[in-house]
Structures are given as structure tokens and as C-alpha cells.
């Protein structure tokens, strides 16, 4: 095990911890005073409508503030060590989050401003979110931190594509973080996850050397300690919500960590919650459409709502996943360091 990368980890993890809940401390009375709250959809669950009906959003800013400020300051101390240069992998995936969020503050701004829960157009946001991808990995290739070879977890088996590696990438991203935006439904589900997914990155980065655990270790601890310091407030009943602006980032920041360390599908087995949550929607609205809008597959879509209309409370949904979410990542650390 790395100690060095321990002790960096802890020292990050509690300062963003400690700088996520203080500005959410400030941050949310603001959102309140501007009537920056939540309008929820007529076809969601009817308790939703009364319970969650203008809660402060985009509560997101408050860990993402947190995140860079801590990181910034670790880069500072870097460059006067003359290790800076180190952190390119860090800096590009905190990139690929900021950007995802600037899209997700974009679509909030407009569902606030419009009083709905409409904001941007899904093929803008779409768009959008491919052409940040796509930087990305362009990026990531011409700084020598991204290569073409594909590992399948669980086997020995690797495969070089290519070119064709590349378009998986921007798919596989632009996938996951819209899976961490659906998932972002019940209080404190989308932050639980992301904090035990990073947990699992966190324990990969221990056992590595190089520029891509460090950074992996610098990133996973800015994580944990963002969500947890916004769990705080989030924890049902929620006093806020991190919005699109916190999901999508989120949803970067986790797919840019199995990317530093060239295991994409990774993020596939140690965030199946998400995966899940993605394809439930898909195949609701497949199954809907094909049967001629007569047929439902789940009684709501994403899941989680499947089971609040089966009478689960959203502290039940949030623990169950959250147990789920150990397991596979369990399974994530017997395809690592097992296989």
C-alpha cells in the first residue's frame, strides 16, 4: 500500500469535507432567498409534488466550489515541490466534470427561470455533452494518457481497437454521466453512490505508483469529502438538491477515474447502480412506445421510483442501493486485483 497516497487522501478528503459543508452552509439560505427551488413534474410520485416542491437546487456549486478550491491549493503546493506536472490526469478529469456541470448549472438555470422542470433541449444537452467528451478524449490521447487497449473485467482478455476505442469512449462517458443524472431522484441516493464508488477508486489509487493514482487518489478523496460535506443537507428530509449541475459533474468525475487508469468498462461493475437505473428508464420507454403507449415494464422509471410506488420509503431505496453499490464494488476489486 501506498502511505503517502493514504495520508494525501485523508488530508484532502477532510478539507473538502469541511469546505463543501461550510459553503453550503452559506449557499443554500441564497438559493432559498432567490427562490432558486425545485419544481417537480405532475407525472412524478404524488409525494414528491408536496414533500419536495421548492426545495433549494443546484446545490451542486456548493462541493464543486469545495473540489476546486482544495485541489487548487494541492496543485499549488505541487508546482513549489516541482511535482505539478504529476497531476495532468487530474486536471483533465476535473476538466471533463467542471464541463459536464457547467452543462447541468445551464439546464438548471433554464428550468429555474422558466419555473419547470424543462431546461435545455435533450438534443442540446446532448450535444453538448458529446463535443465535452470528445475534447476530452482528444485530450487525454495528446498528453500520453490514454491508450487503445480495451480490458474486459473479470478475464485475462484485452483488445487493441484503435480507432474504434475511441468512439466507445465518448459513448461510454456521455452514458454514465447521464446514468448519475437519472439516478439523482430520491434524497441522497446519487451522493451515497458516488461516495462508495470513489471509496472503491480511493483503494485502487493506495496500491498504485505513478502520476494516475496519485491523481486518482487526489480526485477520489475530493469526492468523497464534497459528497459527504453535501449529505449533510441532502439526507432525506433534503434542505437541498444538487441538481443537474451536481449529477452531471459527478457522473464526469467518476468516468474520468476509471479512464486515469485505463479501465473504463470498470466504472461499468463498481457503478452497475447507475448502469441499472439507466436501463430501466430505456427499456420503460421501449417497451411503452412498442406496445403502443398500453404497457409499462416498471410502475415508474428510473427504478428507484419503481420501488417508492411498491411502498418503499426513500431511506429504504437509498440503503438497499447503497448495499448493492458495496457489492459490485467488491466485485470491481476481484476483477482489479484479482484478476
Same mark, same amino acid.
Given at each position: 500500500m501506498n502511505n503517502e497516497h493514504v495520508i494525501e487522501f485523508l488530508i484532502v478528503m477532510l478539507a473538502t469535507f469541511v469546505a463543501s459543508a461550510v459553503l453550503l452552509r452559506f449557499i443554500i439560505p441564497i438559493l432559498r432567498a432567490h427562490k432558486l427551488g425545485q419544481t417537480i413534474l405532475e407525472i412524478?410520485?404524488?409525494?414528491?409534488?408536496?414533500?419536495?416542491?421548492g426545495t433549494p437546487t443546484m446545490g451542486g456549486i456548493g462541493f464543486i466550489i469545495a473540489m476546486l478550491l482544495v485541489l487548487l491549493t494541492v496543485t499549488v503546493v505541487s508546482a513549489i515541490r516541482g511535482t505539478v506536472r504529476e497531476l495532468a490526469p487530474l486536471a483533465l478529469t476535473l476538466g471533463?466534470?467542471?464541463?459536464?456541470g457547467m452543462i447541468g448549472f445551464f439546464d438548471d438555470y433554464q428550468k429555474l427561470v422558466k419555473k419547470q422542470n424543462e431546461g435545455l433541449k435533450w438534443y442540446?444537452?446532448?450535444?453538448?455533452?458529446?463535443?465535452v467528451a470528445v475534447v476530452y478524449v482528444v485530450t487525454m490521447v495528446w498528453t500520453d494518457n490514454l491508450t487503445t487497449v480495451l480490458h474486459i473485467p473479470f478475464t485475462s482478455f484485452a483488445f487493441d481497437l484503435g480507432f474504434?476505442?475511441?468512439i466507445g469512449a465518448v459513448v461510454l462517458i456521455v452514458g454514465i454521466v447521464n446514468s448519475v443524472n437519472l439516478t439523482d431522484g430520491l434524497d441522497g441516493l446519487a451522493a451515497t453512490q458516488t461516495v462508495i464508488v470513489s471509496a472503491f477508486f480511493a483503494l485502487v489509487s493506495f496500491f498504485g505508483f505513478g502520476a494516475a493514482? @496519485?491523481?486518482?487518489? +487526489?480526485?477520489?478523496? #475530493?469526492? /468523497?469529502?464534497?459528497?459527504?460535506?453535501?449529505?449533510?443537507y441532502n439526507f432525506h428530509p433534503a434542505q437541498v438538491f444538487m441538481g443537474d449541475t451536481g449529477s452531471l459533474f459527478y457522473g464526469g468525475i467518476l468516468v474520468g477515474a476509471a479512464?486515469?487508469?485505463?479501465?473504463?468498462?470498470?466504472?461499468?461493475?463498481?457503478?452497475?447502480?447507475?448502469?441499472?437505473?439507466?436501463?430501466?428508464?430505456?427499456?420503460?420507454?421501449?417497451?411503452?412506445?412498442?406496445?403502443? @403507449?398500453?404497457?409499462? +415494464?416498471?410502475?415508474? #422509471?428510473? /427504478?428507484h421510483h419503481h420501488f417508492?410506488?411498491?411502498?418503499?420509503?426513500?431511506?429504504?431505496?437509498?440503503?438497499?442501493?447503497?448495499?448493492?453499490?458495496?457489492?459490485?464494488?467488491?466485485?470491481?476489486c476481484v476483477s482489479w486485483f484479482i484478476l
Open positions: 412524478g410520485p404524488i409525494w414528491h409534488k408536496k414533500d419536495k416542491q471533463l466534470g467542471v464541463a459536464n442540446q444537452k446532448l450535444t453538448l455533452q458529446i463535443l474504434f476505442y475511441y493514482f @496519485r491523481s486518482l487518489t +487526489l480526485i477520489s478523496a #475530493a469526492t /468523497i469529502g464534497g459528497a459527504l460535506g453535501f449529505l449533510i479512464f486515469m487508469i485505463n479501465e473504463p468498462l470498470i466504472i461499468a461493475v463498481a457503478g452497475l447502480i447507475f448502469v441499472i437505473e439507466a436501463l430501466s428508464d430505456i427499456l420503460q420507454i421501449g417497451v411503452f412506445k412498442l406496445s403502443g @403507449r398500453k404497457k409499462r +415494464l416498471f410502475k415508474m #422509471a428510473p /427504478i417508492e410506488k411498491c411502498g418503499w420509503s426513500e431511506v429504504k431505496v437509498v440503503v438497499v442501493f447503497s448495499i448493492c453499490t458495496v457489492i459490485f464494488c467488491g466485485l470491481a
